[in-house]
């Protein structure tokens, strides 16, 4: 793919903290969103732990998604203490979480850190990128709008087909 667009190029730890913290920012939304019955049927919950940011909602599957820990040696590094206090509070929720490491992440040791606490690597979900310049114009019928109450359904049964 790199031949398409360019040379590869590494990005830089700014932007990949940029980027990192909108997805982070994202989800975390997704869980101040929930309505009042569901944030007390699921204990809904978003707790903050330093640069740590911790997700949880009993019940729901997947982890990856609904019980995470999130920002954890992006803007800076982490230490052994700060992983510590992250893991003693979502262990104590007593469900499966997952904590999302990439190889940008600071130190360096912190995959080491959460395999020495018996972590085991999951899914490794990918981004790319690409140049903005140059990129194909798609001819579609397909929509792009904000859906209402009136289609939460609708929208609900996609997100439930698409992800489980």
Do not use: N
């Amino acid at each position: 793919m790199s031949a398409r667009w360019g040379p590869r190029t590494e990005m830089a730890p700014q932007d990949f903290a940029s980027l990192e913290g909108i997805e982070f920012d994202a989800s975390i939304d997704l869980f101040r969103a929930a309505p009042e019955p569901v944030r007390a049927a699921h204990a809904v919950e978003v707790r903050y732990f330093g640069p740590a940011t911790c997700t949880s909602c009993k019940g729901v599957e997947p982890a990856a998604i609904f019980r995470r820990v999130v920002g954890l040696g992006v803007s800076r590094a982490a230490s052994e203490s700060e992983l510590d206090a992250v893991l003693a509070h979502m262990d104590s929720l007593g469900q499966r979480f997952a904590l999302p490491v990439a190889p940008q992440y600071r130190p360096p040791a912190l995959a080491s850190w959460l395999e020495a606490r018996r972590f085991a690597k999951g899914y490794a979900w990918m981004k790319f990128r690409r140049p903005c310049e140059g990129a194909p114009q798609a001819k579609t019928d397909l929509e792009v709008r904000v859906v209402g109450r009136e289609s939460a359904a609708d929208f609900g049964r996609v997100v439930a087909a698409g992800f489980g």
